[in-house]
T-cell receptor, first 116, second 111 residues
Framework: NAGVTQTPKFQVLKTGQSMTLQCAQDMNHNSMYWYRQDPGMGLRLIYYSASEGTTDKGEVPNGYNVSRLNKREFSLRLESAAPSQTSVYFC???????????????FGPGTRLTVT | DQQVKQNSPSLSVQEGRISILNCDYT??????FLWYKKYPAEGPTFLISISSIKDKNEDGRFTVFLNKSAKHLSLHIVPSQPGDSAVYFCAASAGAQKLVFGQGTRLTINP
């Protein structure tokens, strides 16, 4: 099992460009998440999907969109990148189901994004 | 408003001694707490968790203590080993699937 995989590992964008970060999990998990990690700020939730076909905003959703393509895949899109979106992005998944409450989340290796 | 705080950005401990990492929270609705470990250039990995109905949970060298009245959580690592050098994040949940993370503490184990 690969667990949670993310592509690409690194990306450099110019201000205003768009891109999609891909995430896939092979653990048959219901819930998937996108976080960003900035120095001194821990991990902050951007969006999450509690089940296939649903998505909800997290703490810092502005400037991002997501798609839960199927149970395995959850993508994060930056429509018009800004320097403030320079960060490390992590995707995670969990067995948690709607109404169940939190369970441990399993993280991918991250995508390091720089916007110039 | 930072609901989960790790006030020590870094901690240095001698190999073989006890490492104690601390975490404070403000939301009394949090009912599930977790600790994650993160090496450079890798994603966080789950270490140990505790429900608010307990005050202690142990897994090998790792023990998590919860003091609900003080809204305080701590992770004890005994004995500390060089491979424990990493950034440690505490996280909390309020009955929903979302986790709120602290800022992290960088632990360095010295030989």
């Amino acid at each position: 099992n690969a667990g949670v995989t993310q592509t690409p590992k690194f990306q450099v964008l110019k201000t205003g460009q768009s891109m999609t970060l891909q995430c896939a999990q092979d653990m048959n998990h219901n819930s998937m998440y996108w976080y960003r990690q900035d120095p001194g700020m821990g991990l902050r939730l951007i969006y999450y999907s509690a089940s296939e076909g649903t998505t909800d905003k997290g703490e810092v959703p502005n400037g991002y969109n997501v798609s839960r393509l199927n149970k395995r895949e959850f993508s994060l899109r930056l429509e018009s990148a800004a320097p403030s979106q320079t960060s490390v992005y992590f995707c995670a998944s969990s067995e948690a189901t709607p109404g169940q409450g939190a369970l441990e989340q399993y993280f991918g290796p991250g995508t390091r994004l720089t916007v110039t | 408003d930072q609901q989960v705080k790790q006030n020590s950005p870094s901690l240095s401990v001698q190999e073989g001694r006890i490492s104690i990492l601390n975490c404070d929270y403000t939301n009394s609705m949090f009912d599930y707490f977790l600790w994650y470990k993160k090496y450079p250039a890798e994603g966080p990995t789950f270490l140990i968790s505790i429900s608010s109905i307990k005050d202690k949970n142990e897994d090998g060298r790792f023990t998590v203590f919860l003091n609900k009245s003080a809204k305080h959580l701590s992770l004890h690592i005994v004995p500390s080993q060089p491979g424990d050098s990493a950034v440690y994040f505490c996280a909390a949940s309020a009955g929903a699937q979302k986790l709120v993370f602290g800022q992290g503490t960088r632990l360095t184990i010295n030989p």
